[in-house]
């Protein structure tokens, strides 16, 4: 059973930085899509970002490119998103997903991720 932990997220002012980081208990697969999720309050859960760690293929939500970066570290397991210039749209309470299936990172959608962290609450004041 895989389990992801998300950490790092907070209160920061708009315009600032904060970095979230995903633990893994175990390697998926060698080739798998990790992605970033965020819900804010009464909304539907939507992307943000994702890898494609077999070819280190990434991709964004239109809503965050170039502000925010995804990146893993194999050897640690973990997976980064390094936010920037937030904005307090940006508050969400941000999910790691993860799948063995190619299929998640060409639909992006919730439903083709198995495995889900608990969440890390993010909240960019303006």
């Known amino acids: 059973q895989v389990q992801l932990v998300e950490s790092g997220g907070g209160s920061v002012q708009a315009g600032g930085s904060l970095r979230l980081s995903c633990a893994s208990s175990t390697y998926i697969t060698s080739s798998a899509c990790m992605a970033w999720f965020r819900q804010a309050p009464g909304k539907e859960r939507d992307y943000v970002a994702a890898i494609y760690t077999g070819a280190g293929a990434t991709y964004y939500a239109d809503s965050v490119k170039g502000r925010f970066t995804i990146s893993q570290d194999n050897a640690k397991k973990i997976l980064y998103l390094h936010m920037s210039s937030l904005k307090p749209e940006d508050t969400a309470v941000y999910y790691c997903?993860?799948?063995?299936?190619?299929?998640?990172?060409?639909?992006?959608?919730?439903?083709?991720?198995?495995?889900w962290g608990q969440g890390t609450q993010v909240t960019v004041s303006s």
């Open positions: 997903a993860a799948d063995s299936s190619l299929n998640a990172c060409v639909t992006f959608l919730p439903s083709y991720f198995t495995y």
